[in-house]
């Protein structure tokens, strides 16, 4: 019989919580609950409050003494993301279930983010109809609007928290047994304006063997790579399309954050990376883009996405971090460089079209490449040009097989 915890505050939501656990029994699942509240708990659980704090270094009773519920959240959250993965790992539970507003989802989704891919989360929130990334994170929770708030048993509550009952009963009792392909597995970034790169790529490394995931590099899908392959899932890593420092160092809304790029080497994966999209800056509607930008290079992409032109300064910049970064590697690395083109748009009779700014781009990253740790390649080619895709998904396999 499969379990599954419930993790939450049994204090002030104890009779949510009980009547979530009987709903979970009666669907033929145990349960194992962890009390991550201040005070004593409705029932009693099997990982006591003190516990979870104890995984932080804190003791419980102090934590009420100071009567300070932003502080108490902060130190439970941490106790239970480090304590649950642990209980994961000792065969404790199966699948992992929470309730809450905005700080039971603080409190709860920390320890989700931290326990493995595949791993059946459900997080029934009054924060789920909003922006989410800050509980979800890289991670596959599910979160469930509660349409009310967990404050009680009501008509509304109850039809919810048996949705998030059966949802999660049903994950842990019919898990997917179908085993994977068994391929290498290949990460690879793609942008809208780099797809057909991307594609010749994936079909290229298709038709010898390897499986390829593709990551849609909008700040999300190369955090999820990089989570991915630190998690150990990836066996080498076609980062073609790394438009996402553009956002990170000028202040678009696609950024991944300052350690994009660092994964694949600090493993030791093989990696072939190229300047996709390098070009661009992402912003949402034309109105929303920053009044100090209004005299830039602005092209409406679609109604909802607005693109900026990078500078010179700004490739000289990227040029700077990228090589940084490859630098790093542990790994075999390479870095493809696409002499007549980073991207869709900039390419002749395209409004990004720059010669001078891909120049500096390439110039800064030759400048700056560290000759005895990452492999340079010229082509003078269109990063979208068959042949380019092709030879990078070779260098790929060459890495990969040596």
């Known amino acids: 019989m499969k379990t599954v915890a419930i993790l939450g ?22 349960t194992f609950t962890i009390h991550a509240g201040v005070f004593d708990p409705v029932f009693t659980p099997d990982v006591s409050n003190r ?25 439970l959250a941490k106790g239970t993301e480090i304590l649950v993965p642990r209980l994961y790992q000792e065969g404790k539970f199966d699948g992992i279930i929470s309730l809450g ?25 009054t924060m789920a109809s909003g922006n989410t990334e800050q509980y979800v994170g890289t991670s596959d929770i599910v979160m469930i609007p509660s349409v009310v708030d967990v404050a009680g048993l009501n008509t509304i509550s109850t039809k919810i928290f048996g949705n998030g009952a059966a949802a999660i009963a049903g994950m842990v009792n019919h898990e997917n047994k179908k085993e994977g392909s068994g391929k290498p597995l290949v990460a690879a970034t793609m942008f809208g304006v780099t797809t057909p790169c991307v594609t010749f790529a994936q079909r ?13 590099a909008t700040g999300t899908g190369g955090k999820s790579m990089e989570a991915l ?21 000028v202040g678009g809304v696609l950024s991944a954050g300052p350690h994009r790029l660092e ?46 032109r990078t500078t010179l300064q700004e490739n000289e910049k ?16 390479a870095l493809f460089l696409p002499l007549k083109g980073v991207s869709m748009i900039d390419d002749q009779g395209q409004p990004f079209y720059g010669p001078e700014e891909d120049k500096m ?3 800064t990253l030759k400048k700056n490449l560290d000759p005895g740790k990452v492999e340079l390649v010229q082509l003078d080619l269109h990063i979208n040009d068959k042949a380019f895709a092709e030879a990078a998904a070779q260098k790929l396999i060459d890495l990969m097989t040596e």
């Open 9 to 30: 505050t049994f204090d002030t939501k104890g009779a949510e919580y009980a009547y979530l656990k009987e709903l979970l029994e009666d669907l033929g699942v145990k």
């Open 361 to 363: 781009l390439f110039d």
């Open 204 to 216: 290229y490394l298709e038709d010898r063997g390897y499986e390829v995931l593709v990551f849609h």
């Open 229 to 249: 392959i630190e998690g150990g899932f990836i066996q080498g890593v076609l980062d073609l399309t790394t438009t996402e420092w553009c956002d990170e160092l």
């Open 263 to 308: 994964a694949a080497g600090k493993k030791g994966i093989p990696q072939v990376v190229s300047t996709g999209a390098l070009d661009m800056v992402n912003f949402g509607p034309y109105d929303t883009v920053p009044e100090s930008f209004s005299k830039r290079n602005l092209y409406k992409h679609n109604p909802t996405v607005t693109l900026m």
């Open 101 to 125: 507003g905005s700080g039971g989802t603080s409190l709860a989704t920390p320890a989700m983010r931290a326990l493995p891919i595949g791993v059946p989360k459900v997080m029934v929130s």
């Open 318 to 333: 990227l040029g700077e971090i990228i090589a940084e970064k490859l630098n790093m590697a542990k790994g075999k690395t």
């Open 51 to 75: 516990e979870v704090a104890a995984a932080a270094g804190a003791d419980i009773k102090e934590i009420a003494d100071k009567k300070d519920r932003a502080y108490a959240t902060e130190v």
